[in-house]
């Protein structure tokens, strides 16, 4: 047991005389942190700035450009009377969608003959193009559904009636969870646990690394852990307890940056405990598995980058082939992202992400047996060479 807890001394020196690995462990969570939060911090786009092609030039037609400039998700750049180059203009002033009202707009309405009004949207950038969308939608029907009602009143119908007459059933849009669509509390947790999972892969990477490098695994480190369970065990000790600090660091921001924490905290450490246990045994296997520093960090950073867009947070996993989603299902990411989101939007309890659980619990234990087996082997040959250079020594 002395000698345990003197590798695991050895370990923590070795991490804080390493400027890669502190760099790695340490900065990169807080500097990732920072950025992505102040780059979602406001959470929504606002002011999105939209083209009007005016072909009619009448006090209607200058109504609905005042009603898609008061729209908070929209900005009016630039009111054109001419289609003339329309698609340069649009180009040019970065417009993300451009409204085309037609000739002889207001008479078409006046007369009920249902004129067109024509959207064209910048799908460059499918996040921008959906919310500007959706603002010039809003609008649109607001002002179709006004006007509706003023012919209605004409005709000497009463507002309440014509309302009625107009929609035969009201619609209500509740939103659940996040309420505000609010884009930072959506993204910013699944991004922390994306840094946190890689900073654990390429820590460890790293980690074993040096060991390589300096020739010190076998002599130094294998030698004197007696077993392949502490050999493990000395290695992922020092890095679920330095974890503590990340997500500690983590908690503030949440505050600093007043996004939404999982509530009770003890549901969310347990899962985020047993993703940190899966991820570092993740990263041993590959470690020990592969004697190249270059080719350990190569697969595991293979492995990390692409967790966040197949592990299902951002796009479902039922749309993605087969193959994929079974390649998300040896990530640690995967499970965890499922039970943090059940977790922080909706509330749910531990019974609610128990599927995630056990699949966790399932990769910890698959890792484990794994990186066991693998250091077992590494000690297995080490022994080997060193029972055949002592037999050489006896032969001479």
Excluded at 181 to 202: D, E, I, K, S
Aim: overall charge positive.
């Amino acid at each position: 047991m002395k000698n345990f807890f003197a590798l695991i001394k050895r370990e923590f020196g070795l991490f804080f005389a390493d400027s890669t690995l502190r760099s790695v462990f340490l900065l990169a969570p807080i500097i990732y942190a920072l950025l992505f939060g102040f780059v979602y911090q406001k959470g929504k786009v606002e002011h999105l700035p939209i083209l009007v092609v005016d072909l009619d030039n009448t006090p209607l037609s200058n109504q609905l450009i005042d009603m898609l400039g008061e729209n908070e998700k929209l900005q009016v750049v630039r009111v054109k009377n001419s289609n003339n180059g329309t698609t340069e203009t649009m180009r040019q002033m970065k417009a993300v969608v451009t409204v085309v009202i037609p000739e002889r707009f207001e008479a078409s309405v006046l007369q009920k003959r249902y004129p067109e009004v024509n959207t064209y949207i910048n799908t460059t950038n499918l996040l921008t193009a959906n919310m500007a969308s959706q603002g010039v939608q809003t609008t649109l029907g607001t002002f179709s559904a006004g006007i509706n009602m003023q012919g209605l009143k004409k005709k000497g119908m009463g507002a309440e009636q014509a309302a009625t007459q107009y929609e035969p059933f009201k619609v209500n849009y509740i939103r659940l969870y996040n309420e505000t669509g609010n884009y930072f509390t959506y993204m910013w947790p699944g991004v922390l646990a994306v840094v946190l999972q890689q900073v654990l892969l390429l820590g460890l990477a790293v980690s074993f690394a040096r060991e390589y490098e300096n020739k010190t695994l076998e002599t130094e480190f294998l030698g004197r852990a007696g077993s392949a369970f502490s050999a493990i065990l000395i290695k992922v000790i020092p890095f679920w307890i330095m974890s503590i600090f990340i997500l500690g660091i983590y908690y503030a921001f949440h505050h600093i940056f007043r996004a939404p924490i999982p509530s009770p905290l003890m549901n969310y450490a347990f899962t985020t405990g047993l993703f940190i246990m899966a991820t570092t045994f993740l990263g041993v296997f590959i470690s020990a598995l592969l004697p190249s520093a270059l080719k350990a960090t190569q697969v595991l950073m293979l492995l990390a980058t692409p967790a966040f867009i197949i592990g299902g947070y951002s796009w479902p996993l039922e749309a993605m082939p087969v193959g994929v989603q079974w390649l998300s299902a040896i990530l640690p990411l995967t499970p965890f992202l499922n039970a943090h989101k059940m977790m922080l939007f909706q509330h749910g309890s531990l019974g609610d992400v128990l599927p995630s659980i056990q699949h966790l619990c399932v990769l910890i234990l698959v890792y484990g047996v794994l990186a066991l087996i693998t250091v077992r082997l590494k000690i297995y040959q080490m022994k080997k060479n060193v029972a055949k250079v002592e037999d050489k020594a006896t032969e001479s």
